[in-house]
């Protein structure tokens, strides 16, 4: 008779761990998004970029600059820079824009800032009266710093795109003091 309880115990007891070993194979595991999946990669300026740009979602069509265009856009050349990606609306009538450079020096960050700065002055003028959408989304544009990178944001949602790249670790610039 004790044999027979024993095995009947030993019997449920296997059961049961089984069933545990089961449950917690089945179990999926959580994905990490895609900002975790950015902090583990090397952040560069086309990956920086293309985060805010898919953020974005597909009300703009985005065309990338070249190196030969910088100048007529932000007035420096791309020798400046170590690496650059730049994403601007197809359309004359959307003022969206996402550039992240990777200047040579800090006399080049220095060129970047005001680059950026006369370029959405000039941006700012044009829909001034043309676009009150525009020009708000303008207004609200991000201008921050990761590592070494200098980033300009004027995105549909420029709180999606802080915390973006605030998420990245990126900090915002004084746009007057350039720091």
């Given at each position: 008779m004790r044999c027979i309880g024993f095995r009947r115990f030993g019997l449920i007891a296997l059961l049961v761990v089984l069933s545990l070993v089961t449950l917690c194979q089945c179990t999926p595991k959580p994905q990490p998004d895609a900002i975790s999946l950015m902090k583990t990669d090397a952040l560069t300026p086309a990956s920086i970029a293309m985060e805010l740009k898919e953020a974005s979602g597909s009300q703009v069509t985005w065309v990338s600059l070249s190196s030969?265009?910088?100048?007529?856009?932000?007035?420096?050349?791309g020798e400046s820079l170590q690496d650059f990606c730049v994403y601007i609306s197809d359309?004359?009538?959307?003022?969206?824009?996402?550039a992240v450079f990777l200047p040579k020096d800090s006399d080049a960050r220095l060129r970047v800032l005001d680059g950026i700065n006369q370029r959405?002055?000039?941006?700012?003028?044009?829909?001034r009266n043309l676009s009150a959408t525009?020009?708000?989304?303008?207004?609200?544009?991000l201008i921050m710093e990761l590592d070494s990178m200098v980033i300009l944001a004027v995105t549909n949602d420029s709180e999606l795109?802080?915390?973006i790249l605030k998420e990245m670790g990126a900090q915002q610039i004084n746009e007057n003091s350039g720091s």
């Open positions: 030969d265009q910088l100048s007529n856009y932000y007035g420096f050349a359309s004359e009538e959307l003022s969206n824009e996402i959405i002055n000039k941006v700012a003028a044009t829909f525009e020009y708000k989304k303008i207004q609200s544009r795109s802080y915390n």
